[in-house]
């Protein structure tokens, strides 16, 4: 993975920005497609099945060409597949079964700050002013988001579910940070692949998907008041919302440096929030709207000030980086 001090070319930097707008566009739809199907009748971790194991099936040809990994980095990709695919995944579906689907991924989007605490607290690296300011804005946008002023106004067990996602969000982040490091780096495509594999094998053991009524999949759901075919917003979630969303992420980090992309990876909590307002007709009032904006803000300083460079020897990319490789949900 290329340093955060790297200045890629214009023309690198052009096909990187449009690579990592289209990955968080896509990842913002997965709620908003998921939703729909869960309130069908499919169980939070049942769809998450059907969307790890759709898009492993579908990356197969990838996993089977960068298949020598598994004997040289067995443990990255277990660790990989069980929390920033299966638990992750897991539980932002189940959040969102829970709460509004906007106010769900922007608590998600706590686990870049919650990083910053990992970062100082385990690996007693240094965090900058401009981070720990950032992360005290998100904090505050959380409290208006959740409005706890009013004994939090939404279920708490949701709220529990999306805090859970982001700390999944942690473990993806170090995971990817540490599949980028040594001589001999894993490819980014087949930490993809591999992750969704036993992501779809975890959630096999543990969802038990021959319980399942997937013959809810050949009727229809009800979207903001229209009736649509099921099978609609299950293709989506599978070939959009994650196949793309995961190629178009991973293949963006090397034509961007990892602070960049982690920050337009922040677009995809605006387009989670208006989609949902527009195809699940879930308004938000203003102190969401306006925790929503700090949140971001707060990641976005978060997130730069994390990139900016500090003077001193050269280190290996610390794992706040990796969030250009934005797993969600």
Avoid at 7 to 23: E, K, N, W
Avoid at 51 to 71: E, F, N, S
Avoid at 126 to 131: E, I, K, L
Wanted: hydrophobic residues 55%.
């Amino acid at each position: 993975m290329r340093s955060s001090s790297a200045v890629p070319h214009p023309s690198r930097r052009a096909v990187g920005l449009t690579l990592a707008l289209i990955s968080a566009c896509a990842f913002g739809g997965s709620g908003t497609a998921a939703k729909p199907l869960i309130e069908a009748g499919l169980s939070p971790l049942h769809v998450v099945w059907l969307r790890a194991t759709g898009a492993a099936v579908i990356l197969l040809p990838v996993a089977w060409r960068h298949r020598a990994v598994v004997r040289r980095r067995p443990g990255l990709l277990l660790g990989f597949g069980v929390f920033a695919v299966a638990g992750v995944q897991a539980c932002y579906f189940a959040a969102i079964s829970r709460i509004p689907v906007g106010v769900a991924l922007l608590i998600e989007y706590l686990g870049p700050l919650l990083l910053l605490g990992y970062v100082r607290l385990v690996q007693r690296r240094p965090v900058s002013r401009g981070s720990a300011i950032g992360a005290a804005v998100a904090v505050t946008g959380l409290v208006c988001v959740v409005e706890a002023w009013n004994g939090m106004t939404f279920d708490p067990l949701g709220v529990l579910f999306a805090l859970a996602a982001a700390c999944c969000q942690v473990v993806y982040f170090v995971l990817a940070d540490a599949g980028s490091q040594g001589d001999n780096p894993v490819n980014p495509l087949a930490v993809s692949a591999y992750g969704l594999l036993i992501g779809a094998a975890v959630l096999t053991a543990v969802t038990r998907p021959w319980e399942a009524d997937w013959g809810r999949l050949a009727g229809n759901v009800t979207m903001n008041g229209h009736l649509i075919p099921a099978v609609l917003p299950a293709v989506w979630m599978v070939l959009v919302a994650t196949v793309l969303a995961y190629l178009t992420g991973v293949v963006s980090v090397r034509h961007l440096s990892p602070p960049v992309a982690g920050v337009v990876a922040n677009v995809e909590a605006v387009v989670a929030t208006v989609l949902a307002w527009v195809l699940l007709g879930e308004h938000l009032g203003a102190p969401q709207l306006l925790g929503g904006a700090l949140v971001l803000t707060g990641a976005f300083a978060a997130q730069l000030g994390r990139s900016t460079p500090e003077p001193a020897p050269a280190a290996p990319a610390a794992p706040a980086e990796a969030a250009a490789l934005h797993p969600c949900a």
